[in-house]
């Protein structure tokens, strides 16, 4: 039984033995991600009192500026988990290739891949707006005890074991998933715990906030451009409101608490939108049904998409379960 107040130490230890395939080892990885969580917000909130903010001089495969602190976070993460032997694989945003671990001893028993995005919004840091991180947890589909594949990581979202993110925002906050509903846990930065604030999160069926980043209104489909104009133009007491921070995690969770919809569809810039299908959109998706939302890329549940490729964009639609099946409706008949 989860209560308030709780640390997530020990609603890890309490809920392990819900969990199906329980042995520990997903309990150890979720409490690793913890321990990199706060060394990351650690670092995130002193960002405007050292040299660490600004452009760390490359670019990652997709060919965009790495931050420091996007730097900082990766190898935070992967140190974590790596150091403490708790995964066999890790797929990064900033990692061209996924990374196999242990690969050379044939001892390692671990089952479990870990894809993430270390720092999301990373282009806010600068100006002092909420960041985030994201995760995405997977059993390996390759035998125990072999250096992973390609395969362990191309799964569909559907297969998840566990899902979630960090905000570091005006507190920081943890939010995750194993399959069994939502929880958020916020830290005690004076004593640096994470405590259970939000038990059993849920989306609002319905919503009255679109977040949108409406500068690319031209280049979007006609059923994007016409639900928008819905939004913008409901007859009566106008019932929605826009709010884009331009951060998924930050806009996510408003949304989730608040009700809402998120949408960064495909547009003529972008032929699949520009949202990284592996480490950002499944995850999300995995909350947001777990939260009683939906999300889509329009037409197609996102978990039931087979991945082809790590880092393979896809169109992404999130939120409120009426509010994305309205969307859909305009996307089926534009
Ligand atoms: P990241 O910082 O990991 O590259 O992700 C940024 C993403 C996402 O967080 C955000 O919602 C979106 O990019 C914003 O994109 P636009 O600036 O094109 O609206
Ligand atoms: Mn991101
Ligand atoms: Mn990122």
Known sequence: MSRKNQTLGEFIIENQSSFKYT??????LINSIRLAAKVVNHEVNKAGLVDIIGAAGDTNIQGEDQQKLDVYANNKFIQTMTKRNIVCGIASEEEDDFISINSQDENHQNKYVVLIDPLDGSSNID???????IFSIYRRV????TPVTIDDFLQKGSQQVAAGYVV??????????????VNGFTLNPAIGSFYLSHPNMQFPEDGKIYSVNEGNYTHFPQGIKNYIKYCQLEEGDRPYTSRYIGSLVSDFHRNMIKGGIYLY???????????RLLYECNPMAFIAEQANGKASDGFTRIMDIKPTELHQRVPFICGSKNMVEKAEEFMRNA
Do not use: I
């Not at 042995?23 to 150890?28: C, D, F, I, Q, T």
């Not at 100006?127 to 991180?133: A, R």
């Not at 005006?170 to 998933?177: A, F, H, K, R």
């Open 127 to 133: 100006v002092n707006v909420s960041v985030g991180t």
């Open 168 to 181: 570091y925002g005006t507190s920081t906050m943890l939010v995750y998933t194993t399959g069994d509903g």
């Open 265 to 275: 569809p495909k547009s003529s810039l972008n032929s699949n939108g520009k949202l």
């Open 142 to 145: 390759t035998p125990v005890g």
């Open 23 to 28: 042995s520990g080892e997903l309990s150890r």
